[in-house]
């Protein structure tokens, strides 16, 4: 997937208007101390929202870090029928189709979006409003949603295979950043090195980082992006072109997923639908495709 630490944090203001009514529906944007309502309506489906729950569970719902707005969308005895987080990464998850006309209208105002990213019928259904006044994309990537649930046998252990320390952090900065450009086409070092550099440190430290090195080459790297009490999502799985084709790919991510799946029920991760040797390794290690996602970048 797009990685979703992969790019320039830029402070996003608050709109000017923070409310706004389309027939029954109303939008705010939500406050810290709202954190156990909008966790509960996201819990309802904990894989698809695993990321917007970890953005909360995180940061909690104002924070720089979020670079965004979270909004809510409500009916007419206040219950949420749509939370939304509007920014550099903007996801939504909605009951209705008219709460994600209501969220991509508030997204028009919002000159900064960087991505859309979500399942790909509902992306489609918020592009179509959003795309009136909104920014002109400039790319489109359609995405596999894998998923894990029962650990797969790990043939042999990686005896090297560990948590990320600092220490490591020159070795998985230049990797992360490849990955991010070969998806978005935009080189994060480039843009905004500090920033970038902070962000994975920032990973190593909550411990979502896994890697293995080997006389000082970084064989194989993956990380966690959100965690919640019942779901995990990784992101930048990557091995060494000189170490693939080997199995050293399904025994690390084997091995990982194993240790993962003895805290929640269910791991997922996205892959381009095009990446036709990721989308083999995450079979061989026991994942199965789930739903259909497509992220939109934008200019």
């Known amino acids: ?52 729950a970890g953005f909360v569970r995180d940061n909690g719902l104002e924070s720089a870090l979020n670079r965004g707005v979270f909004y809510s969308c409500r009916d007419a005895r206040g219950h949420l029928e749509g939370v939304a987080l509007i920014g550099h990464v903007t996801m939504v998850e909605a009951l209705s189709d008219e709460a994600i006309k209501i969220i991509a209208e508030l997204a028009q105002r919002e000159t900064r979006i960087n991505l859309i990213i979500g399942e790909r019928e509902k992306i489609r259904k918020f592009w179509d409003e959003y795309k009136t006044s909104g920014q002109p994309s400039r790319l489109v990537c359609q995405q596999l949603l894998f998923e894990q649930h029962s650990p797969s046998a790990v043939r042999e252990e990686v005896r090297g295979l560990r948590l990320a320390t600092l220490a490591d952090l020159d070795l998985i900065v230049p990797i992360h950043a490849q990955i991010a450009f070969e998806e978005s086409g935009v080189d994060p070092l ?12 920032r990973r190593i430290e909550k411990g979502r980082v896994w890697v293995w090195i080997k006389n000082g080459r970084l064989l194989f790297k993956v990380g966690v992006v959100s965690e919640g009490p019942d779901v995990i999502y990784l992101e930048g799985t990557w091995v060494d072109p000189e170490a693939r084709g080997k199995g050293h790919g399904q025994r690390c991510l084997s091995q990982v997923s194993r240790s993962l799946l003895k ?37």
């Open 1 to 52: 997937m797009a990685s979703l630490a992969n790019a320039v944090v830029v402070p996003v203001t608050t709109p000017p208007i923070a409310s706004h009514t389309i027939r029954s529906l109303t939008t705010e944007i939500l406050r810290n101390g709202q954190e156990d309502e909008v966790l509960e309506f996201l819990s309802a489906r904990p894989i698809q929202t695993i990321v917007m």
């Open 263 to 299: 805290r929640v029920r269910a791991i997922c991760l996205l892959v381009n639908e095009n990446n036709h040797v990721a989308q083999s390794l995450y079979r061989r290690a026991g994942y199965q495709i789930c739903s259909q996602y497509e992220t939109i970048f934008l200019q």
């Open 190 to 201: 480039a843009a905004d090195p500090d920033a970038f550099r902070e962000r994975c440190a």
